[in-house]
């Protein structure tokens, strides 16, 4: 009986277990994927025909069980409802393949199903998610053709991000290697070329396939055809091309290009024909109604499907997991009747033995909750640990701020003294009215700075009070507004002030309203480049029942980095030099200014907030309470800027001139430096025995040193347009300007700054600040290689090689050979001019004969001279000519004239020579 029902309980669990399995039909399946291949093109042209083709394909994969074919076939499909615009289709069967892939782990097609959906994202406005997910395909691309199809989606999404750079590359690259495989490419690298304004290579490219077969193809060409021709101010050409791009439009209902059409027709007759520009100008608009329409549509029926989507996933686990809780009950039934005949079998021995189990499990359980109570007293303990150490660690931070905050007014005051002396004896000295105007500017921004260090520490310790007045506090902005418009007319920026209402009675105090004031005009001016507007704006906001003055500065400035935006207020916070690019990063600054405007808006229970882009402007907004006490005493009226207050940089203007015609008798120095006070330092240091040219930034010193080929350059390193280093590298890898000397003078006193100004060139660098005498030496002693840097290159042999030809030729060696080349080419032509050889080497008269003289000491006539003469005695030695043959040979008209000039060389006649 026992043996009977254990058999019985086995054969059910064989028959529970035991499940048939389709076998795989004998169909190759490559069949199916060859298919697709062959026929994509179907997705983007036909794809209507297309999703034909994709539905057998999946019936067909089904029946063979082959679930890659499957997802292929999805994929394709959802490239078709891409083209058609239901973009919820096309999600819903991307999702369906996706899901597949992942439950038969196919990691193949992962690239082919990001390609669509970053074509989904170009059509529904987010061209930056497409770029992700093409940039992603493309790199999981591994087949020629796959990889095409996805450098092009991604040319694509580039062109509608505006990244016109980027898709040209993209668009151009793939039309030069595989532009036969798709009659769509020449049409994206068209438009690419026609919005950067290379209209007529765009047209070069629309015709090169004038043979399109796909509708779609043709519109787009002959869209791109008319935008090209309109921006060429050939309107003709423009409607012909436009009004057939409409026509084909309306017949396929391609909203797009009906869209883009119409605007095109409408801006060909906006000036000539009134009627035809509005009829024109309501089919755009219909147009775009229905394409913008269209676009929600489809947003809102994706966002439906996807909800739906999440709904079914989460019903089909909730039945996968029902159908696993069945059958694991069916297998816990059938297991306990196996045990329940395994038990009436062996009762005796299995009682036993489950009662020693027993007894060892409930040991080991005790041992374990022993463990547990072991190991939660270790964590109590470790996080009594954990809280005392934290505790010690904030009393060290606290100790550390008491200490950095008493070392800063320590210092400070400190500092004041010795100011102090210098500010007073500067007063005493008589006469050199600029060098005290110079010291007494720089002491009081000096000043200026110990101040804010002495506000922050009172901050720190609380004993910075406000000390408010009541008065109109709209008169007062706008007083030190027109404060700054010195500093803004010596910079070429525009600064203006706008307030509404034009008068507002508030308590406010004077010097923290002034410290912020001045911090943010001050930034404003120094990050705006010439030509640049900056704008103060008061007015008055509501909110919560109180009245707030809001204060905004505008500027067209250089910008803030994102990244650096939300640190831009922290202490001693400064943007890392980000390249040349961006205005702002190439100036640096203590890092004290805005961390202090903050915490003083802050004290006056206001805020302030910052919105910035980069190359565009910055925007910086302050609030602040509107409060009116009886008790507050009335402000004086404003006379004159505190001590503390705003004082302007020294103008460019009292600087030297360019000037028309350089002295010969003095070397000439170029001073590139955007501090008007250090120009004036250093002009008073240099003027007795060179001359000084001033450039007030990198590029005007770049433009200004090709132009007029200096015999040195003085260069800081932190300036706007180009800093010091990209100065430096410009100059020593033009061939006008390579044998320049350059001396680096910077604030930047670190070995790598150092290291970094040398290996771009530099022949000296100088920390600021430097001892005039030194500066003095570095000078002549540049001057004094100069000089034998041109004994060095006058030594020609007769062949025309420089000493250094044995090793790699210089840029002057390079230089040198190409000026003899071009000279030795017409040594026979009398009529050889300085204008002609200037043209043949690309330089101007003034570049050439200043590199030439800096080089070799001669002028450009006696370079020319020389040649000949040397030629002339080559002949003389190896020629049976006579003089005068040898004379006209070498480009002498006069042979009297060459004998002198032989002579004058060489310090005998030529007929001494035979």
Same mark, same amino acid.
């Given at each position: ?143 020629? @053709? ?34 036969? $495989? ?184 005790? &041992?374990?909750?022993? &463990? ?5 007293? &270790? ?13 010690? @660690? ?39 009215? &600029? ?164 915490? $003083? ?314």
């Amino acid at each position: 009986m026992r043996k009977a029902f254990f058999y019985i309980v086995l054969l059910f669990l064989l028959g529970f277990w035991v499940k048939p399995h389709a076998q795989p039909a004998a169909t190759d399946s490559s069949l199916i994927n060859i298919t697709i291949k062959r026929n994509y093109e179907y997705a983007f042209n036909h794809p209507d025909s297309g999703l034909l083709i994709a539905n057998g394909l999946i019936a067909e994969a089904r029946r063979i069980n082959y679930p890659f074919g499957v997802a292929y076939a999805k994929i394709f499909s959802s490239d078709c409802y891409i083209s058609k615009g239901d973009y919820a289709k096309a999600i819903q069967s991307l999702l369906e393949a996706r899901t597949l892939c992942m439950e038969e782990n196919i990691t193949a097609l992962d690239q082919r199903i990001n390609r669509p959906f970053g074509r989904i994202y170009i059509e529904l406005g987010n061209p930056e998610k497409a770029i992700q997910h093409q940039r992603l395909a493309l790199e999981q691309s591994m087949e020629p @053709e796959e990889t095409a199809i996805v450098t092009h989606s991604l040319a694509e999404a580039y062109f509608v991000a505006g990244k016109l750079d980027s898709a040209l590359i993209y668009a151009k690259d793939l039309y030069d290697r595989a532009g036969t $495989l798709w009659a769509a490419l020449p049409v994206l690298l068209g438009d690419v070329y026609s919005a950067m304004g290379r209209n007529e290579e765009a047209l070069d490219v629309y015709r090169t396939k004038s043979g399109l077969t796909f509708q779609f193809d043709i519109v787009a060409n002959y869209t791109g055809r008319a935008k090209a021709f309109l921006n060429l101010g050939q309107p003709d050409s423009c409607r012909f091309y436009a009004e057939k791009a409409l026509k084909l439009a309306q017949d396929h209902h391609f909203f797009k290009f009906i869209n883009r059409a119409s605007a095109l027709l409408a801006s060909s007759y906006q000036a000539v024909d009134r009627e035809k520009y509005l009829h024109y100008l309501n089919i755009q608009y219909a147009a775009k109604d229905s394409l913008y329409s269209r676009k929600k549509l489809n947003q809102f029926n994706s966002f439906i499907f996807a909800d739906e989507t999440r709904k079914r996933d989460l019903a089909a686990a909730e039945l996968k997991f029902a159908t696993q809780k069945r059958q694991f009950l069916l297998v816990a039934i059938s297991l306990l009747l196996l045990t329940a005949g395994l038990f009436l079998w062996r009762n005796n021995r299995v009682k036993t033995k489950s009662n020693a189990l027993l007894l060892q499990e409930k040991h080991k359980a005790e &041992q374990a909750l022993e &463990q547990l109570k072991s190991t939660q007293s &270790q964590l109590m303990q470790a996080e009594k640990t954990a809280r005392q150490l934290e505790m010690q @660690e904030a009393e060290r931070l606290r100790d550390l701020d008491n200490l950095k905050t008493r070392l800063y007014t320590n210092i400070t005051h400190e500092f004041r003294t010795p100011l102090t002396v210098i500010m007073g004896m500067s007063d005493n000295i008589s006469g050199h009215k &600029q060098e005290r105007t110079l010291i007494r500017r720089n002491a009081k921004n000096l000043l200026r700075l110990i101040n804010q260090l002495l506000d922050l520490s009172k901050l720190d310790s609380g004993t910075l009070k406000l000390d408010t007045v009541q008065g109109d506090i709209i008169s007062y902005l706008q007083y030190l507004t027109e404060s700054f418009y010195s500093m803004a007319s010596d910079k070429k920026v525009s600064l203006g002030f706008r307030a509404e209402p034009p008068s507002l009675i508030m308590d406010f105090d004077e010097v923290k309203i002034q410290h912020v004031i001045y911090n943010l005009l001050s930034n404003a001016i120094k990050f705006t480049r010439p030509g640049g507007k900056i704008a103060l704006e008061a007015g008055i906001i509501s909110g919560h029942g109180k009245e707030f003055l809001t204060i905004k500065v505008k500027d067209t400035g250089s910008g803030i980095l994102a990244k650096d935006i939300p640190h831009i207020f922290d202490r001693f916070y400064q943007v890392e030099n980000a390249g040349s690019v961006d205005l702002a990063r190439t100036f640096s600054g203590t890092g004290i200014g805005l961390a202090l405007t903050k915490e $003083l808006i802050e004290l006056m229970g206001g805020s302030i907030a910052v919105k910035s882009q980069v190359n565009w402007g910055t925007e910086f907004t302050v609030s602040l309470p509107v409060r009116q006490h009886d008790a507050t005493p009335k402000m004086a009226a404003v006379h004159e800027i505190r001590q503390s207050g705003i004082s302007s940089e020294p103008d460019f203007r009292s600087l030297p001139a360019k000037p028309d015609q350089l002295p010969g008798d003095k070397p000439q120095v170029l001073v590139v430096e955007d501090n008007a006070g250090v120009v004036t330092y250093i002009q008073s240091l240099l003027e007795q025995d060179y001359y000084v040219q001033v450039a007030i930034n990198g590029q005007e010193g770049i433009d200004m040193a090709l132009e007029n080929v200096p015999d040195l350059i003085v260069t800081d390193v932190m300036m706007p347009e180009k800093n010091g280093y990209e100065v430096c590298a410009t100059l020593k890898n033009d061939e006008r300007t390579s044998h320049i000397p350059i001396v680096m003078l910077t604030a930047k006193a670190d070995v790598s700054s150092k290291i970094e100004g040398l290996e771009m060139g530099a022949d000296a660098y100088l920390s600021k600040p430097f001892e005039k005498e030194e500066l003095l030496v570095r000078l002549r002693k540049l001057l004094e290689l100069r000089r034998t840097l041109q004994e060095y290159y006058s030594s020609f042999d007769e062949s025309g090689h420089s000493p250094s030809s044995t090793s790699k030729p210089t840029i002057e060696d390079i230089f040198l050979q190409k000026l003899r080349a071009a000279v030795e080419n017409r040594l026979g032509d009398t009529g050889l001019s300085i204008p002609e050889l200037s043209r043949e080497m690309i330089m101007s008269h003034t570049q050439l004969y200043r590199k030439l003289k800096a080089l070799t000491g001669k002028t450009p006539s006696q370079f020319i001279r020389t040649l000949r003469l040397k030629k002339a005695m080559q002949l003389l030695k190896t020629s049976e000519s006579n003089i005068s043959e040898i004379a006209y040979e070498v480009g002498f008209s006069d042979p009297n004239y060459f004998s002198r000039m032989f002579k004058q060389e060489f310090g005998k006649v030529p007929g001494e020579v035979r």
